[in-house]
T-cell receptor, first 111, second 114 residues
């Protein structure tokens, strides 16, 4: 069965420091990959996606993720975080008409 | 284009009652998925409807059911409510052609069972 693993339940980081949120998946078939963000007391929003083509994808607010097929990973990175990035981040994999979700990683920004 | 809307936003019910939640997808989207989100269990998939047919189902008891109408609007019903059903219920819509890809979420319905 396919699964998505987000190794860190929480990641504390100082403001303006870089951050990486890790996501690994298990699948033997081609997949589509997504990162979603959930700000406090809100629904989930699509942050970025990998469908095909360039393995490096970027969001409008400075996040990027790289699809690594050999390591079955899709880690999310940002070179400098801001207090407004405080949220929970979910990695998801689309396989056979279903989204498989990771458990989420809470990004905690320390002033 | 209007986003995904869910009604009601908040609901308080008593154990043993039933509840119906509604979701209106983005215009043109034919797939609607439902999720339960709790602090302890995280985001759990309930079911997905595409063109009025249930296409995928998660591991929830039969008390949880859903349906989709010809205009793609969807409802989910929970019968014989239990305290553990207290959660944020999220609805997400997508075009459905890729099946499971790129979903757009509503704000959720916060259900409290007392």
């Amino acid at each position: 069965a396919q699964s998505v693993t987000q190794l860190d339940s929480q990641v504390p980081v100082f403001e303006e420091a870089p951050v990486e949120l890790r996501c690994n998946y298990s699948s033997s078939v081609s997949v589509y990959l997504f990162w979603y963000v959930q700000y406090p007391n809100q629904g989930l929003q699509l942050l970025l996606k990998y469908l095909s083509g360039s393995t490096l994808v970027e969001s409008i607010n400075g996040f990027e993720a790289e699809f690594n097929k050999s390591q079955t990973s899709f880690h999310l990175r940002k070179p400098s975080v801001h207090i407004s990035d405080t949220a929970e981040y979910f990695c998801a994999v689309s396989v056979n008409y279903q989204l498989i979700w990771g458990a989420g990683t809470k990004l905690i920004i320390k002033p | 284009k209007a986003g995904v809307t869910q009604t009601p936003r908040y609901l308080i019910k008593t154990r043993g009652q039933q509840v119906t939640l509604s979701c209106s997808p983005i215009s043109g989207h034919r797939s609607v998925s439902w999720y339960q989100q709790t602090p302890g269990q995280g985001l759990q998939f309930l079911f997905e409807y595409f063109s009025e047919t249930q296409r995928n189902k998660g591991n929830f008891p039969g008390r949880f059911s859903g349906r989709q109408f010809s205009n793609s609007r969807s409802e989910m019903n929970v019968s014989t409510l239990e305290l553990g059903d207290s959660a944020l219920y999220l609805c997400a819509s997508s075009l459905g052609d890729r099946g499971g890809g790129e979903q757009y979420f509503g704000p959720g319905t916060r259900l409290t069972v007392t």
